[in-house]
Nanobody, 115 residues
Framework: QVQLVESGGGLVQPGGSLRLSCAASGSIFSINSMAWYRQAPGKQRELVATIARSGRINYADSVNGRFTISRDNAKNTVYLQMNSLKPEDTAVYYC?????????WGQGTQVTVSS
């Protein structure tokens, strides 16, 4: 069984930084695209960033220039480095990955940006 486990969330002041990690485990033969989504209270889940196995990257306009997505294929892990955080970045962040041709989600990690 495949699992995605996120870590690295927490409380940070505006302008601060956090690094999220998402590690895939289980019977993994291939991982294609990996991504981070977020969902703020009362809002729909939105795409934050994606990274293909090739390394091709896309960002939401709202985070472009502040967030950096990366992956370590040897460790089956995707990261999200978040800098210059704003209160509007507060949300539950979810990891998503296509593993063995199936779509898997992590359980989510809370990020709160507040003074």
């Amino acid at each position: 069984q495949v699992q995605l486990v996120e870590s690295g969330g927490g409380l940070v002041q505006p302008g601060g930084s956090l690094r999220l990690s998402c590690a895939a485990s289980g019977s993994i033969f291939s991982i294609n695209s990996m991504a981070w989504y977020r969902q703020a209270p009362g809002k729909q889940r939105e795409l934050v960033a994606t990274i293909a196995r090739s390394g091709r990257i896309n960002y939401a306009d709202s985070v472009n220039g502040r967030f950096t997505i990366s992956r370590d294929n040897a460790k089956n892990t995707v990261y999200l480095q978040m800098n210059s955080l704003k209160p509007e970045d507060t949300a539950v962040y979810y990891c998503d990955a296509f593993i063995n041709a199936y779509d898997y989600w992590g359980q989510g990690t809370q990020v709160t940006v507040s003074s």
